[in-house]
Each structure stands twice: as C-alpha cells, then as structure tokens.
C-alpha cells in the first residue's frame, strides 16, 4: 500500500513514521524492544545517550499540545539531538509563506528530521513526499487520522503491565468518531493479535463501518467493559464536532464516564488508560484517573523511552543497547537535566 511504502526505505527500514496501519507486527515488536532498552535512560546520572549526535530535529506543531512536544522534545534530547521548536504563530507562514517553502528552507539549514502535528489529515503524508532524502518525518497527530507514537507508547505501556497482547480483551470508550489516537490504537492492537478489541460509544461518536477494522461495537458501556483486561478512555474531541452530538456532559459521564461501579464489570487487575488531556468529571471520575489501576501517568513516562526509539529507527541508527550513555562531565555531582 502507499502509506506503507512511503514509511520504508529500499531495504524496508523505517524512514518515516506516518501511520501504524500497514506495519507488520514485527517492525512494531522491534519498536517497542527498542524502546525497553531506552526506559532506564531517564534514571541515570546523565539522561542522555549520544546516538543523534549531530542530528537537528524540529518540531512543528501546527495544534496545541503539551505531553506529545514535549515528550517529542525529551526524546530529541536525551538522544543528544539539537532540537528547534518553530512557533507557527510568528514564523513566515503568517506571512503568506507556504508550507513547503519553509519546509525548504529549514532543509537548507541542514535539519534531519520534522515532527509534525497538524489540523489536516495527511499533513504529514505530504510534507514526507516533499523532503530533501535524508530528511525523515515523523507524524505527531494530523486531524482524525492517526497518532502513531500515542499508540506505541500505549501498546509499550499495555505489554509491560500484561506481558503477552494473545489473551487481551481491550475497550476504547469514548469518542471514537473524531479520535486519531482510536485509529491508531485500533490498527496496533490487531496487528498485535490482541483477541478482543472493542469500541464502546454512542451511536453519533461511532464512524461507520468501523467493524471493518476488526472490532466490536457496543453502545452500552457496562457491556462493553464486562472481562475487559485494559480500559482505554477517550477525551471528547469537541474541536472536531460539529452540531450537538451529545445532549449534555452531564449525561455522556452518566452513560459512557467511567466510575467505580462501572470499573467494576472489568477483570480486577483490568488497567485504566487515557492518552490526555483528561476532562475529569466527563470522560473519567477523578476516584479512578488517581486511583490503583490507572496507568496514565506511566503512559506519559514511557512515551519518551518510545519517541526516542522511533527518531533513532528513522535516521538508522542502532538499537540503545550498542549506545553507551554519556559520561558525567567532570565536576558535576548532579545529572543533566534535559
């Protein structure tokens, strides 16, 4: 397919990351084993490895974020990146500048690598297509399509709380309709092997056809959690509705907001997920986004180990563990905060 051949090289290595549907299982494995060896990176003495050495990263956020830049920026760092943040609200693009004429001309600043988060799908598909060749892309979000490096850091977070993804019964509740992180989560799961995958919603925040991608749709969400071993919750994407989808927020969290009662349908040692940024009170009671069972905060540690293992595949380096960590300059007591 084209969205696959454009993420590999001539010799099948990862050159972009764009989209985790047409991934073999085992390019996504090598990712996440990849990514074990980089999560004791951030308790060392020096958080730093020097595998991008050299290499300029810059991130491009067309949208807000917090977790996803900055955990991108983390990333870059601790691999001893240079890493630029271009603030859109005052580059030339307000100018009237295109987006490949700027993209053109960071590449002539001899970048080699864009992370890209944008409002329209296939943002980062096209800004790949256009890229000097040792440039590589990264898609950090671009409208309802996909979210790659949110869906391996949380297939990252599920194996190392359930080991094996064969036996898992899944849940993704909430906005399916408008998530791209749903997308993506949903094509890694099943190319995983996970036996159960299911999207629990109303009926206006499920996308047609969905079934198509090998799930089960349940619009109660008690039934939907019945023997569930992960529950990922989903943040209403209201930026992207249009009309009233909903009749209230108050009702949504009465119906599909997960509470003690409704927690308790899962399997006891079921863990709680959310990508962020959570809306308490809506998507999730704060008894359970604090509680024992949620992982969300994990989720935000190990999408540096993640990100890291991602930008050091794209610009072909070597697994982490042939990278020995940096020495502590001389006379510093303390670590390198990145």
Request: net charge neutral.
């Amino acid at each position: 397919m084209r969205g696959q051949n454009l993420q590999l090289d001539e010799q099948g290595r990862l050159k972009h990351l764009l989209t985790i549907e047409g991934l073999k299982r085992q390019q996504i494995v090598d990712i996440l084993d990849i990514a074990e060896s980089f999560i004791s990176v951030g308790d060392q003495q020096v958080r730093k490895v020097p595998l991008l050495r050299g290499k300029t990263v810059v991130n491009l956020f067309f949208e807000a974020s917090t977790r996803t830049l900055t955990t991108f920026e983390l990333a870059a760092k601790r691999l001893s990146a240079d890493v630029l943040k271009i603030n859109i609200n005052t580059s030339a693009t307000v100018k009237g500048e295109s987006l490949l004429d700027m993209l053109h001309n960071l590449e002539a600043m001899q970048c080699d690598m864009f992370v890209v988060r944008h409002s329209d799908s296939g943002a980062a598909h096209l800004i790949s297509q256009h890229v000097a060749p040792h440039v590589s892309v990264i898609n950090a979000g671009d409208g309802r399509h996909a979210h790659p490096t949110q869906a391996l850091l949380d297939m990252f977070t599920i194996r190392r709380r359930k080991g094996e993804f064969a036996p898992l019964t899944v849940a993704i509740v909430g906005d399916i309709m408008h998530s791209r992180v749903a997308r993506s989560q949903i094509h890694a799961l099943t190319t995983l092997g996970v036996n159960e995958v299911r999207v629990v919603a109303p009926k206006t925040l499920i996308p047609a056809q969905v079934e198509s991608l090998g799930v089960h749709v349940y619009h109660d969400m008690k039934a939907g959690l019945r023997d569930a071993d992960v529950i990922i919750m989903l943040r209403l994407q209201k930026e992207r509705m249009r009309g009233a989808m909903l009749p209230s927020e108050q009702e949504y969290f009465q119906s599909y907001g997960l509470t003690r009662d409704k927690l308790a349908m899962a399997r006891p040692d079921a863990i709680v997920m959310h990508p962020g940024p959570i809306n308490r009170g809506v998507e999730i009671d704060s008894e359970i986004a604090d509680g024992p069972q949620s992982v969300i905060l994990e989720q935000v540690s190990n999408g540096i180990a993640v990100r890291m293992a991602v930008m050091s595949m794209v610009l072909g380096r070597p697994p982490a563990e042939n990278a020995p960590a940096e020495a502590p300059a001389k006379g510093s007591a303390q670590g390198e905060a990145s």
